[in-house]
Structure formats: C-alpha cells, structure tokens
Nanobody, 124 residues
Framework: EVQLVESGGGLVQPGGSLRLSCVAS????????IGWFRQAPGKEREGLSC????????YHADSIEGRFTMSSDNAKNTVYLQMNRLTPEDTAVYYC?????????????????WGRGTPVTVSS
C-alpha cells in the first residue's frame, strides 16, 4: 500500500521558516517522482516543486523561487520542503504526492498518490 505522510507544519510568524517532511512507503522511492503542492482556503491547488528520483531532475514553480527548496533523501524515503521568508500568503495545507514521473505534476497539476497534508499558518 502506497503511503505518503507529511509532517512539519504549524504556526509560524511572518518572515519565519519551516521544514516540511514527507515519508513515503509502499513503492520503490528511487524510481518515483514526488511533488509538493499546497491549497489555500478558497483557492485552487498549486504545484510547488517536483523531484524525479529516477531521472534526477527537479522542477519548481516560479512563485517559490529563492524561498522554498525541495530536497530528497533516497536512503530515508523522504523528501523535504524547506520554506524560508514565509508570508501570510503561504498559509495553506501542504501536500506531498507521488507518481512515476513529474509529467503529471507539470501538465495536470496532479499526481497519482497523495498524502493527507500538513497545515501551515503564517500569522503574527
């Protein structure tokens, strides 16, 4: 059974940082792509970043350039999203998702398997 479990969300002040983690199981991590998404209240889902562990390629949205960094640890079956200089506009539920390639992330803003999400609130 494929499982993706996010953690690391919480309440942070504007300008602060958080590191989200996503632990994957039930598939060969090194052969899959993992993506980070978020969905704010009343807004559409937004794809943030995707790493293709098989092709060793990474993609990210322009909106997070310079502030969010995704990384992957194949030994731990875990991906991370380091988020810096957070603003209230970053408040959302953050999800990780998995698929064979990042193609679905790029073309459909969707992937096959999803975690339950971890909430992030940026507020003073």
């Amino acid at each position: 059974e494929v499982q993706l479990v996010e953690s690391g969300g919480g309440l942070v002040q504007p300008g602060g940082s958080l590191r989200l983690s996503c632990v994957a199981s039930g598939f060969t991590f090194a052969n899959y792509a993992i993506g980070w998404f978020r969905q704010a209240p009343g807004k559409e889902r937004e794809g943030l970043s995707c790493v293709d562990n098989s092709e060793r390629r990474m993609y990210h949205a322009d909106s997070i350039e310079g502030r969010f960094t995704m990384s992957s640890d194949n030994a731990k079956n875990t991906v991370y999203l380091q988020m810096n200089r957070l603003t209230p506009e970053d408040t959302a539920v953050y999800y990780c998702a998995a698929d064979v390639r990042c193609k679905a992330f790029l073309s459909d803003n969707d992937m096959k398997y999803w975690g339950r999400g971890t909430p992030v609130t940026v507020s003073s």
